[in-house]
């Protein structure tokens, strides 16, 4: 609890520039989930400014939910430039396996050493190359089932990897962090998934060790869901709570409702 509560009051402390390069159906919704919990968001994938923006910012997040020729581009030049500089970058695979362009797009991702990898249970073993039957965007596993395949893809890439989902597992190699807070809301929210992401990347930005920076963010994430649903009416309501909760969190929510343990 107070590795987390130190890493959360360093980000609203150190206020991280957060690249996004990501999908237009939750580019709000992220960048007002940075700002909330202390952090500055700049979305931009143009060709000729991305790499200059790299060499600026905290930590670099390229998210492939709505995929084009042109932002695939953009993706390869910032991750590279990040991978060049040795500032972390997550990557969060959307879609994984749904089709051969994603599946392309996300080995040529891989090349660049991705520092996180945070997605849901059917990305995670898709990237891992275990069989799904994908339903797009959406999981088809639960989280538990995907731990393996997690384990799998952070030793052949050599990243941290986030699985979402009802239980939230982080892992680096064999050591895996299980986090236990949410709400069931959050599951019918847009962009969670990409939120988590986000807000990853500012963590990162500030936090020496991607796994503790990973596990922090999850957390932190979950505890404001659980906040939010204390208020909310529905999923639309849960949205707007959870951003207030993640700016109105204080270190004894943190002590109270986090819900962490190592496997």
């Not at 996004?20 to 700002?35: E, G």
């Not at 790499?51 to 939910?65: H, Y």
């Not at 982080?170 to 807070?181: G, L």
Request: glycine share 8%; net charge negative; proline share 3%.
């Amino acid at each position: 609890m107070e590795s987390i509560i130190k890493h959360f009051n360093l980000v609203r402390e150190k206020n991280p520039l957060v690249h996004n390069i990501t999908n237009y159906v939750v580019m709000n919704n992220t960048a007002n989930a940075l700002l909330a919990v202390g952090a500055s968001p700049i979305m931009a994938h143009a060709h000729p400014e991305v790499e200059d923006l790299i060499d600026i910012v905290g930590a670099s997040v390229i998210n492939i939910g709505t995929l084009d020729e042109y932002w695939v581009d953009s993706m390869m030049l910032a991750a590279k430039k990040a991978n060049s500089l040795g500032k972390p970058w997550i990557l969060d695979p959307v879609g994984a396996g749904a089709s051969k362009y994603r599946n392309d797009t996300l080995a040529e991702l891989l090349h660049h050493n991705p520092t996180i990898i945070r997605g849901n249970a059917s990305e995670i073993m898709s990237l891992a190359k275990i069989d799904i039957a994908s339903k797009g965007v959406d999981s088809s596993n639960s989280s538990d089932e995907a731990v393996d395949a997690g384990k799998s893809l952070s030793k052949s890439t050599g990243a941290v990897v986030c699985i979402s989902g009802e239980k939230d597992y982080v892992i680096k190699d064999d050591k895996v962090s299980m986090i236990e807070n949410g709400h069931p809301l959050m599951g019918i929210i847009t962009g969670m998934g990409c939120t988590a992401t986000a807000l990853i990347g500012a963590f990162a930005a500030v936090v020496e060790d991607p796994f503790e920076a990973t596990v922090s963010a999850m957390a932190v994430l979950g505890i404001a869901g659980q906040m939010a649903s204390e208020m909310a009416a529905g999923p639309g309501s849960m949205q707007l709570y959870i951003y207030d909760s993640l700016y109105q969190m204080g270190d004894t929510d943190i002590t109270n409702l986090a819900k962490i343990s190592m496997l």
